[in-house]
């Protein structure tokens, strides 16, 4: 991906592709196999009359596919059909497609329409799969044969991840040209603490649960980490984040003394820029959207469902926080020499594929990663400082922005997962995780 992407609009997916209004029965084993045939069948007929062939009503036995019930997130339910052939060149020349029936509620956190073209646009430009059909709760994809999800705690593919996250990172989707400066982490953030801080459980447990999470705290963490990230209440502005950073330590001089200097310091904040600046982001880098194709050998995306406009860090945080897990093993999360490793190959990337893209990297930036302008290798190391430092930073608002999101789904969602606990691990372990992490240079409120 050599230049920037500009994605053209899309008006109206359904005038692009096979849709229809129906609505898979999920609640219903049976129906759902059938319904499952029949989605398939109709929006993707593999020969010219079977479409109207197949009906809501005909048995599976008549399908042209298998199914098989994929593995994936807590989120959406996932099912691989396979072309049912015995000739293997036959086999080849049709494709396996991905059915994604959405999960019921998730209309609250997510915008499916945006979801979608999303999806589309990504898909067309080559960077994730192919949208192929639509239907009332769902969406027919492209498979990836032969390919795995990667687990992120294993560190493999690493320089790849970073690579295709910097080509992410330079792609521009035209419809959202009105987001392209604004980043949608505190906007996100706000909407769903509202949501979140108002729910109540009939569950006596899971009502315990919610409420062992501090609420009052969760106000003030908010505020304190609007302050030392760029935000409205300093503008956006580095040099007040980091004022108001050191602040904190006016009952300690020596030790401001030593954080005023680190912060201020001309590379340093040239770091702070750089990952602070707003780029379209995935935003959800667990291991089971990272896909690694055994037989090309590449790392693909997928499932860009919270994907917007958001903070360059923000990703870097999110993707790292992921090497965790649902069940929170922190002991995975990744090391200083790891994380500085990986923005040094995502900068070498960024900067050798946007070099002739002014608008799209800081000269600056430029001129240090090719040592011009009497930047040196001590130089390079001190801005992937930065580059970590700021990663750290915005590890603490990943957590309550994940943490927050498990309370909605706990409230709304009917799968079985214990997302209060998940909340718990985010909001108040995981957290807690990112306030030691950051203890040289930032003081967190008690």
Not at 20 to 39: A, C, G, S
Not at 42 to 47: G, M, Q, V
Not at 93 to 107: A, D, P, Q, W
Not at 302 to 321: K, V
Request: proline share 3%; charged share 25%; aromatic share 14%.
């Amino acid at each position: 991906m050599a230049d920037e992407k500009e994605i053209d609009a899309v008006q109206d997916l359904g005038t692009l592709l096979p849709s229809t209004k129906f609505v898979i029965n999920y609640k219903d084993e049976k129906q759902l196999t059938k319904d499952l045939h029949y989605v398939a069948n109709h929006l993707f007929p593999l020969c010219s009359d079977a479409a109207s062939i197949y009906t809501a009503d005909s048995d599976t036995s008549q399908s042209d596919y298998t199914l098989r019930v994929v593995q994936g997130g807590i989120t959406n339910l996932l099912f691989l059909m396979t072309p049912k052939s015995n000739d293997n060149t036959a086999l080849k020349s049709r494709k396996h497609i991905l059915i994604r029936v959405y999960g019921e509620n998730t209309e609250v956190l997510i915008d499916r329409p945006r979801d979608e073209r999303i999806f589309y646009d990504l898909g067309k430009v080559g960077f994730g799969p192919q949208l192929y059909g639509l239907f009332g709760n769902g969406r027919i994809e492209e498979w990836y044969s032969g390919a795995h999800a990667v687990k992120l705690h294993e560190q493999k593919h690493c320089q790849q991840i970073a690579a295709v996250l910097a080509d992410m990172h330079a792609i521009h989707p035209s419809f959202l040209s009105q987001e392209r400066s604004t980043a949608s982490l505190w906007t996100v953030i706000d909407e769903w603490y509202d949501i979140a801080s108002k729910v109540e459980f009939v569950d006596q447990v899971k009502q315990k649960k919610y409420k062992d999470l501090d609420w009052p705290n969760i106000v003030r963490q908010i505020k304190f980490m609007k302050c030392i990230l760029p935000s409205e209440k300093n503008q956006y502005k580095l040099d007040e984040i980091f004022a108001f950073i050191v602040e904190q330590f006016n009952d300690d001089p020596d030790r401001k003394q030593k954080v005023e200097k680190k912060l201020f310091d001309e590379v340093n904040k040239m770091a702070f820029r750089f990952m602070c600046e707003v780029v379209f982001s995935h935003n959800d880098l667990l291991g089971g959207n990272v896909l690694y194709l055994q037989e090309k050998q590449q790392i693909k995306f997928i499932d860009f469902e919270y994907g917007s406009y958001n903070f360059r860090a923000f990703d870097f945080a999110n993707h790292f926080c992921e090497y965790a897990g649902f069940d929170g093993n922190w002991k995975n999360f990744p090391n200083k020499a790891h994380i500085r490793e990986f923005a040094r190959d995502y900068v070498a990337r960024f900067c050798s594929e946007q070099n002739d893209k002014h608008e799209q990297i800081d000269n600056n930036v430029l001129c240090l990663i090719q040592r011009k302008n009497g930047y040196t290798s001590q130089d390079i190391e001190r801005f992937l400082d930065g580059c970590y430092d700021a990663i750290m930073l915005f590890t603490a608002i990943d957590n309550y922005f994940w943490g927050l999101w498990a309370v909605v789904q706990a409230k709304h969602s009917p799968i079985d997962f214990d997302f209060l606990e998940y909340a718990n691990e985010r909001l108040v372990i995981g957290y807690q995780y990112a306030i030691k992490s950051l203890s040289e240079f930032v003081r967190f409120p008690c």
